[in-house]
């Protein structure tokens, strides 16, 4: 079974959450800066996740799983 739909939902999600990342960053109001750093985390787990879903080797997609607990 492919993993294209997969890949580009992940991938929606990555651009979205990146996107009010930067929306929420340039309002520079008390409550936007923890949305802001929220979202660029969660853009970080998805850009990740799709990078570990996308991967060829087992090995990659371990690398990729084990990164994305950063975000």
Do not use: K, N
């Not at 991938?11 to 949305?35: D, H, K, M």
């Not at 799709?50 to 990164?67: G, N």
């Amino acid at each position: 079974m492919s993993a294209l739909p997969s890949i580009s939902l992940y991938a929606i999600a990555t651009l979205s959450s990146f996107a009010l990342a930067v929306y929420g960053w340039q309002r520079r109001t008390f409550e936007a800066r923890p949305f802001s750093w929220l979202m660029a985390a969660v853009a970080f787990w998805s850009f990740c996740h799709t990078l570990s879903v996308a991967s060829a080797t087992p090995e990659q997609a371990l690398l990729w799983a084990q990164i994305q607990y950063a975000g």
